[in-house]
């Protein structure tokens, strides 16, 4: 019976397909079989199902099947959680041979319905490999397992005077896994830039179940192909990441940030010009908020509300981080700008709040991290993550909110709010329309309107989250047909029977 539904029986049609990499057979549930399969080698708590002999009721599974957002929702029947590199070898060579679609998921805070299935492919949690391997505090470079939360590794690398050079509103659930396959970018790229350049070295499980070793920890390696650099950002669909060799950056002897109030978003360019002239070599973020973000932070509890003196007339928020190696250059350096910033003829902001204490550090970057969480609270998100030049941040955020009020979709019974915030330093906008629910209306009214305008930019459609789910159908605003035809070659190549995070990037 099993012969039946394996896919080697369809090899030949499939050799004929493959060039035309959407028309693949379709994929298989898992069965009771399957089931007693893993249960070889997987202890009885690594596997959850709704299906006999574990017979778990559905609703254990919805932490899984459902996204960060309560946007995209999965009906898979199952979840296995391995401990090691070996069984995740095992369930993916198994799936393989029997066309079963798997969705491998980290912390599940992706942002584009990537880390939950699109029907009921198997989800493969990451979550019980979770150690760190080495960690050498004279070079900085960690060895951890996939799974391990990004939190932990801070805190894990702290007491070495190390820092991760990643960091992100979701460190205490999303995992280092998750953040190399979505090659998240976060609040330091600015400083340590793209997990491209700070990866050193991966473990993966390929779609057929070989495990790729490539878990090397060389600053330098220039033997050939960088195979590891296909899977930073793959989302999952070119194999399984179990391992991650990182370099960490020494931590920084002191940090600074600055929240600054400004009259008016057309100053925010000029203001990063003078930021980086003046202080160089110790500036380590230059991120934005607009008012709307600002006040939706201050509405949930994100972090500590500025006085009203030192909000009245500001239009946007620049939060300003310094990270250096001396407190009081670093202070005085701050501190000059700050006069120069005042002091000017035609002052480009209207005050600067200055974070005096640990605590009041981490409040003001609250205001800047908290916002995603801020904007969950108050409705239903729409999100576009994307590149386009920072001169046109505010027109596209101006022009979003113009469009949705031309279709009578601006009120509070339909969008509550268009917000602009995001990484400045990186080009990065985070453009989200806080709707009460989700409805085909809003949808319509945002796509293609929201891609056409990055198009017209010469922009991305994921700046850093992803493509996920959410932007199969908008890959082509981005990538041209020659990009894309490659993409799916490569596809093809590591994964010929479309296991691997099914309906995920490419369509
Ligand atoms: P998941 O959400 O579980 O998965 C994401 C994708 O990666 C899926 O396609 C999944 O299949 C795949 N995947 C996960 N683990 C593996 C693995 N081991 N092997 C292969 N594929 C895998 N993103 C940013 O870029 N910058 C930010 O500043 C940022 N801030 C955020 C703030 C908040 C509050 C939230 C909720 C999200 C934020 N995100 C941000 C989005 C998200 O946190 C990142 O994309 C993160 O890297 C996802 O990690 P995760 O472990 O949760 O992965
Ligand atoms: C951030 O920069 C994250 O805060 C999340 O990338 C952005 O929620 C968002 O749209
Ligand atoms: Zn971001």
Not at 102 to 123: A, F, M, R, W, Y
Not at 441 to 451: F, G
Request: hydrophobic share 40%; aromatic share 6%.
């Amino acid at each position: 019976m099993l012969s039946l539904s394996r896919c080697t029986a369809r090899s030949i049609s499939l050799r004929a397909l493959r060039a035309h990499h959407t028309q693949r057979p379709p994929l298989n549930s898992v069965t009771e079989h399957d089931l007693a399969h893993f249960a070889k080698f997987l202890d009885p708590p690594a596997i959850l199902s709704t299906l006999p002999p574990v017979s778990l009721p559905a609703d254990e599974l919805d932490q899984f099947n459902n996204d960060w957002m309560g946007k995209y929702h999965g009906s898979s029947t199952t979840v296995l959680k391995p401990k090691t590199t070996q069984q995740v070898s095992e369930i993916v060579k198994w799936c393989n041979e029997r066309c079963i679609g798997i969705v491998p998921q980290g912390g599940n805070t992706g942002l584009v319905g990537g880390s939950v299935p699109v029907k009921d492919e198997v989800i493969l949690s990451l979550a019980n490999m979770n150690k760190v391997r080495s960690f050498d505090p004279v070079s900085g470079i960690l060895v951890a397992d996939a799974g391990c939360i990004l939190q932990s590794l801070t805190d894990y690398v702290a007491p070495h005077n190390h820092i991760m050079p990643i960091d992100l509103g979701a460190k205490g659930s999303c995992q280092i896994g998750g953040n190399v396959a979505t090659n998240a970018g976060g609040l330091r790229l600015l400083r340590y830039g793209s997990l491209h350049g700070t990866v050193l070295g991966l473990e993966v499980v390929l779609p057929d179940g070989t495990i790729l070793d490539q878990l090397t920890t060389l600053r330098k390696d220039n033997t050939g192909y960088d195979l590891k650099q296909l899977f930073i950002g793959a989302e999952g669909t070119l194999g399984v990441i179990t391992g991650v060799s990182i370099l960490t950056p020494p931590a920084p002897q002191a940090s600074n940030n600055v929240i600054l109030a400004l009259p008016s978003f057309k100053n925010v360019l000029p203001l990063y010009e003078i930021v980086k002239r003046q202080l160089s070599e110790i500036l380590s973020a230059f991120e934005f908020i607009d008012r709307t973000a600002y006040d939706l932070a201050v509405k949930h509890g994100q972090g500590r509300a500025l006085s009203d003196q030192e909000v009245e007339g500001a239009e946007c928020f620049v939060l300003v981080e310094t990270s250096g190696g001396r407190r009081e250059h670093d202070e005085e350096k701050l501190a000059d700008l700050l006069e120069s910033l005042l002091e000017a003829e035609k002052p480009l902001i209207n005050t600067g709040v200055l974070a005096q204490s640990p605590a009041q550090f981490a409040s003001l970057w609250a205001l800047r991290e908290g916002v995603t969480e801020a904007v969950s609270k108050e409705g239903k998100p729409y999100k576009y993550d994307i590149s386009v030049p920072l001169s046109t941040f505010q027109e596209v955020v101006d022009g979003t909110r113009e469009h949705l009020r031309s279709k009578g979709l601006l009120g509070d019974h339909a969008v509550k709010h268009v917000i602009g915030y995001g990484h400045v330093g990186d080009g990065n906008l985070h453009l989200n329309i806080v709707a009460e629910s989700y409805t085909p209306e809003i949808q319509d009214a945002l796509e293609p309107y929201v891609y056409e305008v990055v198009a017209s930019h010469r922009g991305s459609v994921s700046a850093e989250h992803g493509i996920g789910a959410m932007k199969t159908h908008a890959l082509h605003y981005s990538k041209s047909d020659v990009s894309i035809a490659w993409m799916k070659k490569i596809k093809d190549l590591f994964d010929p029977h479309g296991i691997m995070n099914p309906g995920k990037v490419l369509e």
